[in-house]
């Protein structure tokens, strides 16, 4: 076990919030994170303080954060096994008895000089149960934090290739409207190039934080991460892997998270067991970083009505209603539609929040309000408005995936990314997706006229993720 194992280990058996550590040693939650998973190495002065904080040997964890650095910059090379018997027998030939005992034990500096110390890069990282062939450190110089500085006002997307946490240490701070992704497929997909190596659920997870600590970085602080997330089976259970990243990200992060959205797909995977529901649905997560952040709930209840993908009322289902109504005359249907669209366009102008249609049946007393009885009676219906503090959209949203047009898998619908980033993304702001695959969240941003980021770890998706934007896109409105 190496330091940056060690180190977590620790930290779970304590009961310890990343947070707190982090503020102990002079660190942003995100850099504590790296530590953790050895993408960052601290000071020695602040491994020290670590380990009052641990309750653990300081001596010991020292040692541990040497041999992690040893392995770092040997452990990967193909001469790391000749250069590692060089080193055991240069160190067995020191003589431990001529030195002194401020050699051998490292030296306590004092709280505040441990906690100004800056942290060093890394070259190689001996990240757990991650390809270390693939994990390269991210640049953290925030000198040279300039990716969107890069954008400019051109709302092409702009691609990147690479793993999601190091492409994004290259993103200024507090500087992306709305972050929406839907997070890699542990275990459920395969492809030719994968960001995702781990081995557990943990480790997964533990990853997966990596990224939104990153996120909360590079986050405004009136903007929003929506994170889609599927869960996944170990053998006969389900592992609840939407929930467990969730809860870390408020306890360990700050997160505050506004709403689990039910995601609908009104179809099932094939599954041919016979002991469990077929599901149906994902999890959609909105995280913000403060109480104060950005929404516009007009633009979320317009789309929601056109688009027909949430709990809101909508005018085609009443005009269908209406057109199959067989108690009202052809004259009540005629009025009953038009009083549907002239409450329609009070939606869409943001005068109401929704409304309820009522129609005249084979029962005398139709509702138990006897005003909405005696209007039914005469005229066959009633519109009931109910005002826009009273009918916020519904969090289950209805959305059939899409399918791609190449290798026969499933894509995100366009739909699930446009209504967070109508409802959360100001005018010239600036999308990113983190895991963007083949762009739909890229080119969603693009159509609707925001600037985006996208960054994904294969090549040949984000080549198609370019080819769906350079085409031409019909417009959303």
């Known amino acids: 076990m190496l330091f940056s194992e060690k180190i977590r280990l620790l930290r779970r058996e304590r009961g310890l919030m990343q947070r707190k550590l982090a503020q102990a040693v002079g660190v942003d939650v995100p850099m504590y994170c790296r530590f953790e998973h050895g993408e960052r190495r601290p000071k020695r002065a602040q491994v020290v303080k670590l380990a009052r904080l641990l309750q653990t040997d300081a001596d010991e964890l020292v040692a541990l954060w040497l041999a992690e650095e040893a392995m770092n910059a040997i452990g990967h090379d193909k001469m790391s096994n000749r250069a590692a018997i060089l080193l055991r027998d240069t160190l067995d030939g020191i003589d ?6 401020s050699d051998k034990k490292p030296a306590a500096m004092p709280i505040e000089e441990a906690t100004s110390a800056e942290t060093t890069p890394v070259v190689a990282v001996a990240m757990p149960a991650i390809d270390p062939a693939i994990v390269k450190a991210p640049e953290c110089d925030p000198a040279l934090r300039t990716l969107v ?12 290739c690479g793993e999601a946490a190091k492409v994004m240490a290259q993103i200024e701070d507090k500087s992306i409207d709305c972050i929406v992704t839907t997070l890699p497929y542990w275990h459920l997909r395969k492809y030719r190039i994968d960001s995702i190596k781990a081995k557990d659920e ?22 929003s991460l929506w994170i889609n997330m599927a869960d996944a089976y170990n053998e006969t259970s389900m592992q609840a892997l939407p929930w467990r990243l969730a809860i870390k990200m408020m306890d360990l992060q700050g997160w505050m998270l506004r709403n689990d959205i039910i995601w609908n797909k009104q179809q099932g995977t094939i599954d041919g067991m016979q002991n469990h529901a077929r599901n149906e649905h994902e999890y959609m997560f909105h995280f913000v970083k403060s109480a104060k952040y950005y929404y516009d709930d007009i633009k979320l209840r317009k789309h929601m009505t056109e688009d027909k993908t949430g709990s809101i009322s909508t005018g085609e289902r009443y005009r269908r209603s209406v057109q199959n109504a067989a108690h009202l005359t052809m004259s009540e249907r005629n009025n009953a539609i038009n009083a549907i669209r002239a409450a329609q366009r009070k939606v869409d102008n943001g005068e109401i929040g929704s409304f309820r249609l009522y129609l005249r049946t084979e029962n005398e007393h139709s509702t138990s309000d006897p005003g909405i009885n005696k209007t039914l009676k005469m005229q066959g219906y009633y519109i009931q408005e109910q005002p826009r503090s009273m009918s916020m959209p519904g969090d289950v949203w209805n959305i059939t995936p899409e399918r791609g047009e190449t290798d026969r898998y499933i894509i995100a619908p366009q739909r699930l990314y446009l209504l ?8 010239g702001g600036i999308v990113l997706d983190p895991y963007c695959g083949t762009g739909t969240a890229c080119k969603v941003a693009h159509d609707l006229g925001y600037r985006s980021i996208g960054i994904d770890v294969n090549d040949d998706r984000l080549r198609r993720a370019r080819g769906r934007v350079e085409q031409k896109s019909l417009s959303l409105f």
Do not use: W
Not at 202 to 223: H, P, S
Not at 420 to 427: E, L, R, S
């Open 96 to 101: 431990t008895a001529k030195l002194s005992e």
């Open 149 to 160: 500085k890069t954008l400019g006002s051109n709302t092409m997307p702009q691609y990147h």
């Open 202 to 223: 943990n480790t997964f997870i533990d990853e997966m934080l990596c990224t939104t600590a990153e996120a909360y970085r590079v986050l405004k602080d009136e903007g």
């Open 420 to 427: 967070p980033i109508v409802a959360t993304c100001p005018a």
